[in-house]
């Protein structure tokens, strides 16, 4: 494996590890149903301001807004390791100009399933809507964020694609 890609697994390993370690759940306190509902509504919250944000094509705000730096895209083949807030928004620039070439107006997501994990860990699941300038539907598509709480704002340190039919489920 490239030294670019080890790097960039080693990453995304320790990332994983960290949200998903037995340690941490040892540490973390049994949630109320109350605390669950609470840090549900926190993380949606979160990507609602994510995803009109990004329709209203204010790359520049995202980085502060919503990602942890570095963030993580994980892609089909291959992590892609934003260490910079100048890179999450250039990135996230590049997208939303490929898109707005594809005829893209807008996006809508739709959570399916939010996994809180602990305190501070959380993945929502579910999928994007992606509509044209005409209002028809141009793709849709199921993604997964993880979130991470820092201090008292919920942050994306990364997502990832898959199939609308497959999200990832908590039990």
């Known amino acids: 494996m490239p030294e670019r890609a080890t790097s960039k697994y080693a990453a995304w390993l320790w990332l994983t590890m960290v949200a ?3 340690a941490g759940s040892l540490t973390a306190q049994e949630l109320s149903r109350e605390e669950i509902a609470t840090i549900e509504g926190e ?3 979160v990507l609602q301001d994510y995803y009109q944000t990004f329709v209203e094509l204010k ?3 995202l980085p502060e807004r919503v990602f942890h730096i570095p963030w993580f895209q994980v892609g089909a083949t291959e ?3 934003l260490s910079t807030a ?3 928004e250039d990135y996230i620039r590049s997208f939303m100009d490929h898109l707005i070439e ?3 107006a807008r996006s809508i997501y739709t959570p399916t399933n939010v996994c809180v994990i ?3 860990v959380a993945i929502v699941s579910g999928y ?3 509509v044209d300038t005409s209002g028809e539907t141009m793709m849709v598509i199921g993604v997964s964020y993880l979130l991470g709480r820092s201090g008292d704002k919920w942050l994306i340190l990364s997502f990832f694609s898959h199939s609308k039919d497959r999200p990832v489920r908590c039990d």
């Open 20 to 22: 998903f370690s037995p």
């Open 43 to 45: 993380v949606k919250g």
């Open 118 to 120: 602990n305190p501070s």
């Open 59 to 61: 790359a520049d705000q």
């Open 79 to 81: 992590i892609d390791v």
């Open 128 to 130: 994007n809507t992606r």
């Open 86 to 88: 100048t890179e999450a």
């Open 102 to 104: 594809l005829g893209w």
